[in-house]
């Protein structure tokens, strides 16, 4: 039972990976001031994921899950990538520039993306399991909300900057109207991540 759970966990993880790559490109706007993108909520999750499964598996598993995603995101870009260098129907020619436009990331986006992900959910792991181990296990809140803030805000700018950097006058608004909102979304987890480490396995 135990193991099938972690294995949701992990089928969890990587669908909000994925499905943060494939709604990157939609921009938004949250309170009538900040634009990010649609998939901010979508890779907020993913952080929540590593911390429940760092909280009752372990930082090793913790970990695997950190390069799962990674693998999957690769394969999955690649398919997608392929999925747009076949050749169209001619009956769906106009819809192939909608269809590149929505899914098809150009490779600067997709090397920010990469990078962000790999530095900051090796943080996200790191730093959670360091305060579990300062703390001696208790207050899950400091090591949950903490994580997740300093991993978020590595992720923004990393992502921004090597995505945008020379084509947007302002970097530092972007990442400050995105890591904001990330903010928002890491305390507003804090509830769910008792709940689902509460008892240990029992309630994951």
């Known amino acids: 039972m135990k193991e ?7 089928c969890l993880f990587i669908t909000c990976l994925i499905i943060a790559n494939v709604i990157s490109s939609k921009l938004v706007i949250i309170g009538g001031h900040f634009i990010v993108p649609s998939a901010v909520v979508s890779y907020a999750f993913t952080f929540l994921c590593t911390d429940i499964i760092g909280e009752v598996w372990g930082k090793e598993e913790a970990n695997k899950t950190v390069k799962r995603g990674l693998i999957f995101q690769v394969i999955a870009t690649l398919l997608i990538l392929g ?10 020619t106009e819809f192939q520039e909608t269809f590149k436009a929505v899914l098809g990331n150009s490779l600067r986006m997709t090397i ?10 090796a943080n996200d792991v790191y ?19 903490i994580s997740t803030i300093c991993s978020q805000f590595i ?5 921004i900057t ?3 950097y020379g084509k947007v006058p302002n970097l530092w608004l972007m990442i ?3 890591f904001l909102i990330k903010v928002v979304l890491a305390l507003l987890d804090t509830p769910f991540f008792y709940y689902f480490t509460k008892r240990g396995d029992n309630n994951c």
Request: glycine share 2%.
């Open 176 to 178: 400050y109207s995105q």
């Open 4 to 10: 099938n759970k972690l294995i949701m966990w992990n």
């Open 83 to 92: 999925a747009i260098a076949l050749p169209i129907a001619p009956f769906m």
């Open 127 to 145: 730093v959670f399991h360091k305060l579990k181990e300062i703390n001696k296990g208790k207050h899950k809140w400091i090591r949950n909300n």
């Open 155 to 159: 992720d923004t700018s990393i992502f």
């Open 162 to 164: 090597v995505a945008f």
């Open 112 to 121: 920010a993306s990469l990078v962000a992900y790999v530095v900051a959910q």
